[in-house]
């Protein structure tokens, strides 16, 4: 059995990703390394009762993911969870992070024992519960919120209209994490609430590269299309981070980037030159890589 | 017995002088008026009567001709009074000949013998030939900004009539300039947030570049418009005088000189004529003309008549307006700063894109509305969206309208060292010489005339406003990069005519 650790608010060694947030749990518990938490996050969430699809594609992101660098935050749930890290871990690019609800020495659910062991060795695992909580519903939504401060981008792959993935939706938008979704079949009741989202205007996610890019990683491109688009300098990728997936005025931009209109202008024109943005009527909006 | 003193009074924009001869002969006792008085100047009979027995003049019990000429144009309005007084006071040999010789009068006259103020002084004065003219004291100031006469304020008949036999000298000419009146419209301080918007103001102002808003409602497009006279800077003389004359020729109440840029806004009801100018029997001045050397503002564009709209392309392009009909041509001025307001679709479109619930063929009717070559005269157009909430609530006040109107001056003292009123009357020539690019700026422009995205007229368009960018920005020679490509984004918006992704 490993050590399991405690760390409080006011020690050194909480992680400064929390302290700040307004919701920061008073006492951690974990097992692993909290050096974890170094490189860029991404959490990936979705329903318990996940349909095939579902779970092949948040196999396949958690995959890709851990091979751009990326570390896997997730809840260790069965259905998407558990499928996100077990991708994550099949390859040893990145340490994995999850958060569960219960006391880290109450192993839930079972039948994910195997994946417990292996999250907590190769990266860690956190819970605010106390040793020997039991993982009562009440605690899952308060999970959820860690998961969200954790992430720098939260993506849904599947997720009914009423589940606990609305729960980090809101827990990540309080905190400006972009959300994505995973499109999913509208006839699919277990992808109504990812579709939903992406119907509210949430980025979608068609391959590992729609997250890398969200959370302003270089696109993984060269495995199976080059993006030939020149790299957009630091003040481009500002400004094409603030356009975010929905189309945004230069007002909205020059407020989210904290530049004046004048500076944005710039950084939009090339940018557009480039092929990474584009107007229409005065709208801005983010461009695909050409095929 | 007959005496000829010379007057004006005012048609149109124009003064017309007015030759008032009276005379004073045999026959029954009365008072007769000729040459197509209206009926305030036929009952200047009754005013001028009054006032001579108030001022204890002595009233001839003879009868008294008074012929306006040239007898064939109709004269309107009480400013005669005064001059028909003198004449009187002549035919009878009351005042000596001479002491009118070149003379001129103008003034209201009331029951008590006070002389009263008449409106549009200014033009009424300007088409006088005189060495010196005499006005109701209150319009010394104003009479006084023509500049070719002696101008003499009176305040009373009898006052007048102790200068004219000399018993007195005439008072002094008020000297007091009209009063610079400080700015007190609306300030820019109090618009909240809007950065984009308060920036294509700035820059609307600075190089007279027409500027057109589109924003959901409530997002502050009229609260800015509102806020552009401020930041303009006061009017020229020669300019407060072409603007006095309008508005005292479309009957607008004028209160001395209209020293700041005028503000018009009318409503999307209006008609052509209003608009315009013209009319059947008076041949008024249009809203346009009265915005002359102003701001026209035209709150919801998309509502108003698109003939109405179409109507403005010539003045926009010349400065004037050339009004025909059956009777008369008439030339306007109309050189104003266009401001349009509209939403981006009929619903308004609060929600951002793809939140409006118009249809398509809606939202395309909507933004046809203003055609292609109007909407081309726009130098800027830019999105307003609703303020952010922050900015709202205890968000920092912005610059105030004091602030940036001195940048707005610099900028316009710049442009007028180079030879052009404004920024945006440079010509292509006056372009190439005042308004080079950088090497960086070049490319730019070729990226965008390659790609279609930019047409030959809207390139010098867009180099004008990069140019009074540039201006604003420490008026560099060239105009660089940034300018241009500050230019190109204050001009990318449109009324969404089709859906955004």
Same mark, same amino acid.
């Given at each position: 059995m490993m050590t399991i650790h405690s760390v409080t608010l006011d020690d050194p060694d909480y992680p400064s990703l929390l302290i700040n947030d307004h919701q920061a749990p008073a006492k951690l518990y974990y097992r692993g390394s909290l050096t974890a938490l170094e490189g860029p996050r991404v959490a990936i969430i979705g329903t318990r009762r996940c349909t095939h699809y579902g779970r092949q594609v948040a196999t396949q992101l958690g995959l890709e993911l851990a091979e751009a660098g990326v570390a896997v935050v997730s809840g260790l749930a069965l259905g998407i969870d558990g499928a996100a890290h077990t991708g994550a871990l099949s390859v040893g690019g990145a340490p994995v992070i999850g958060v569960v609800g219960s006391g880290l020495d109450v192993v839930y659910p079972l039948r994910h024992r195997g994946l417990w062991h292996d999250v907590a060795t190769q990266g860690l695992l956190v819970s605010e519960a106390p040793l020997g909580a039991a993982p009562e519903p009440w605690r899952f939504p308060a999970r959820n919120r860690i998961i969200a401060a954790l992430a720098d981008a939260v993506v849904v792959v599947e997720s009914h209209m009423a589940g606990g993935s609305n729960h980090t939706v809101a827990a990540a938008i309080d905190r400006s994490v972009p959300v994505l979704a995973v499109p999913g079949p509208i006839t699919s009741s277990a992808s109504a609430g990812s579709n939903r989202l992406l119907v509210e205007g949430c980025a979608p996610v068609t391959e590992v590269d729609d997250v890398l890019m969200a959370i302003g990683l270089e696109a993984r491109g060269p495995r199976r299309r080059r993006d030939r688009r020149p790299p957009p300098g630091p003040a481009e990728s500002a400004v094409l981070a603030a356009i975010g997936w929905s189309p945004s005025s230069l007002e909205s931009i020059s407020l989210r980037t904290g530049t004046p209109p004048a500076a944005v202008a710039v950084a939009l024109t090339r940018l557009e030159a480039d092929g990474w943005a584009r107007a229409v009527d005065g709208w801005w909006e983010r461009r695909a890589p050409p095929p | 017995m007959i005496a000829t003193v010379p007057s004006a009074t005012l048609l149109g924009v124009e003064g017309r002088p007015v030759d008032v001869e009276v005379h004073v002969g045999i026959g029954l006792p009365g008072f007769t008026i000729v040459g197509l008085p209206d009926a305030a100047c036929r009952e200047s009979r009754d005013r001028v009567r009054a006032a001579f027995l108030s001022s204890k003049l002595p009233w001839p019990n003879r009868k008294v001709t008074v012929n306006l000429a040239p007898s064939g144009v109709r004269k309107g309005g009480a400013g005669l009074d005064l001059a028909i007084a003198v004449g009187l006071l002549a035919a009878t040999g009351e005042l000596p000949d001479d002491s009118i010789q070149g003379h001129a009068f103008i003034g209201e006259l009331g029951l008590d013998g006070s002389v009263r103020r008449v409106s549009g002084v200014v033009a009424v004065v300007d088409a006088l030939d005189v060495a010196t003219v005499v006005v109701p004291r209150?319009?010394?100031?104003?009479?006084? %900004?023509?500049?070719?006469?002696?101008?003499?304020g009176v305040g009373s008949l009898r006052e007048l009539y102790e200068v004219l036999v000399g018993f007195d000298v005439w008072p002094d000419v008020a000297t007091t300039e009209v009063s610079p009146a400080p700015y007190d419209g609306p300030d820019l301080a109090e618009v909240r947030g809007q950065h984009v918007g308060r920036w294509a103001l700035e820059v609307a102002a600075a190089g007279g570049h027409h500027l057109l808003l589109i924003g959901p409602p409530g997002s502050g497009k009229t609260m800015l418009a509102a806020r552009l006279p401020g930041i303009l800077p006061r009017l020229a003389p020669t300019q407060a005088l072409e603007t006095t004359r309008i508005h005292s020729a479309a009957g607008l109440a004028v209160d001395g000189l209209v020293a700041r840029p005028p503000f018009r806004a009318p409503h999307h009801g209006a008609s052509d004529v209003s608009l315009i100018g013209g009319g059947n029997a008076a041949m008024r001045p249009g809203e346009i003309s009265m915005a002359h050397n102003g701001v026209l503002f035209m709150d919801e564009m998309g509502?108003?008549?698109?003939?109405? !709209?179409? #109507? !403005?392309?010539?003045? %926009?392009?010349? #400065?004037?307006?050339?009004?025909?009909?059956?009777?008369?041509?008439?030339?306007?001025?109309?050189?104003? %700063? !266009?401001?349009?307001?509209?939403? =981006?679709? =009929?619903? #308004?479109?609060a929600a951002g894109p793809g939140g409006c619930y118009c249809s398509p063929a809606e939202r395309l009717r909507y933004a046809r509305r203003i055609s292609g070559p109007l909407l081309d005269r726009f130098d800027l157009r830019v999105l307003v969206s609703r303020p952010d909430v922050g900015d709202l609530l205890g968000g920092a006040p912005g610059e105030s309208t004091a602030v940036v109107a001195e940048r707005v001056a610099v900028c316009r003292q710049l442009a007028a060292a180079r030879g052009a009123v404004l920024n945006a009357h440079l010509t292509g020539a006056q372009l190439d010489e005042f308004a080079p690019l950088t090497h960086a700026a070049e490319r730019v422009l070729e990226h965008k005339l390659r790609t279609s995205a930019l047409s030959a007229r809207g390139l010098d368009r867009v180099r004008r406003v990069a140019r009074t960018l540039a201006d604003l920005d420490g008026a560099p020679p060239a105009v660089d990069e940034h300018h241009v490509c500050a230019a190109l984004e204050l001009r990318a918006a449109l009324p969404r005519a089709e859906a955004v992704a």
């Open positions: - | 209150e319009c010394t100031a104003e009479a006084a %900004l023509v500049g070719r006469h002696d101008v003499h509502e108003f008549a698109r003939h109405v !709209l179409d #109507g !403005l392309r010539q003045p %926009l392009e010349e #400065g004037v307006v050339r009004v025909a009909r059956a009777k008369a041509t008439v030339v306007y001025p109309a050189r104003f %700063l !266009l401001v349009g307001a509209m939403n =981006p679709c =009929p619903c #308004g479109d």
